[in-house]
């Protein structure tokens, strides 16, 4: 079984940065696509951004507010255990929600949360006005 712990989540002010993590443990999931994904109160759980096993990278769409520009999403396979980053600038209120960790035990990603098995408990982000 996969376990997945976020970190990083806090409050910050418009235009403020956050570095988000997560650790994977149980399992080897450096063969996995890795996601990060949000709940908004109000609307879908939704995609910011995924890193597949090989390193190909996918952003949010514009429902996640062009995040691409934005976001920045890593891995480090390096060691016993894979760890999941993203590193987030000029956060506006509307980044607001909790932010979770999502794999899946395929390479490759997609974007529905529903393609994805396990996930982490998620880590709050409020940015206020």
């Known amino acids: 079984q996969v376990q997945l712990m976020e970190s990083g989540g806090g409050s910050v002010p418009a235009g403020g940065s956050l570095r988000l993590s997560c650790v994977a443990s149980?399992?080897?999931?450096?063969?996995?696509?890795m996601a990060w994904f949000r709940h908004i109160p109000g609307r879908e759980r939704e995609r910011v951004a995924s890193?597949?096993?090989?390193?190909?990278?996918?952003?949010?769409?514009?429902?996640t507010g062009h995040t691409e520009s934005r976001f920045i999403i890593s891995r480090d396979n390096a060691g016993t255990r894979t760890s999941l980053y993203l590193q987030m600038a000029n956060l506006r209120p509307d980044d607001s929600g909790t932010y979770y960790c999502?794999?899946?035990?395929?390479?490759?990603?997609?974007?529905?949360?529903?393609?994805?098995?396990?996930w982490g408990q998620g880590t709050q982000v409020t940015v206020a006005a």
């Open positions: 999502a794999t899946r035990e395929f390479r490759g990603c997609f974007r529905s949360p529903d393609e994805y098995p396990y």
């Open positions: 149980g399992r080897d999931v450096s063969e996995n696509c």
């Open positions: 890193i597949s096993a090989s390193g190909d990278i996918d952003y949010g769409d514009s429902r």
